[in-house]
């Protein structure tokens, strides 16, 4: 977080290019991976993180945006690709709903796989998440792989901390009441959560 302040200071008080190009490169993985989850499209997320940076950088003097820039950008992210698929949707007359799009096929893969774990145990936490509700699944998928705080996915879904809690116990439990490997279980949901183990109240 500091090296972040740092860059945003240059970029903000010297219109340092280079600076702007390092805070590119610290985000772009983290958003494209996100926005995949919004859209299939690649080229759509790869314009859609190009146009938030954009705006970002037109943006850069105002100071709401230095509280927590990497939220921004993922809220920036996510508002860009729900305006585009409900123009594109608008044309086939369907509306689209932001709770519903996070209905992408959830990869376990990408972030943990255990070696010495059984592939059909893997294959079948990864349906079950899979098969979690859209909104339940974006929340897990904010938690452990970009690892907001309760607090950020709170502000940025609009929902209070304590449906963020209770969201993150439930996907826990519908996991754990499904698989006999409970060791398994706790590696993945908890081996990119720094910040202590979600709670049911």
């Not at 940076?53 to 950008?73: A, G, M, P, Q």
């Not at 796989?113 to 699944?137: C, F, Y």
């Not at 116990?169 to 996991?175: C, D, E, G, L, P």
Request: glycine share 2%.
């Amino acid at each position: 977080m500091e090296r972040i302040h740092i860059l945003w200071e240059q970029i903000v008080q010297e219109d340092d290019k280079e600076a702007f190009a390092e805070l590119y490169n610290l985000f772009i993985d983290d958003l494209y991976r996100y926005g995949s989850k919004l859209s299939p499209d690649e080229g759509m997320v790869k314009d859609s993180i190009q146009e938030v940076f954009l705006d970002l950088y037109d943006k850069r003097k105002k100071s709401n945006i230095t509280r927590n820039l990497r939220l921004y950008l993922i809220v920036a992210l996510k508002r860009v690709l729900i305006r585009k698929l409900q123009k594109y949707r608008r044309l086939e007359k369907r509306q689209i709903n932001d709770v519903d799009m996070f209905d992408v096929q959830y990869s376990f893969e990408e972030q943990y796989m255990e070696e010495e774990a059984s592939n059909m145990v893997l294959e079948k936490v990864r349906r079950i998440i899979t098969g979690l509700p859209a909104k339940q699944k974006e929340i897990i998928y904010l938690r452990f792989n970009l690892s907001l705080e309760y607090a950020e996915i709170s502000s940025m879904l609009g929902i209070s901390v304590e449906s963020v809690r209770k969201q993150v116990y439930r996907a826990i439990k519908s996991v754990r009441e499904s698989i006999d490997y409970p060791d398994l279980l706790l590696l993945f949901f908890l081996s990119y959560n720094t910040n202590g183990s979600p709670h049911t109240a």
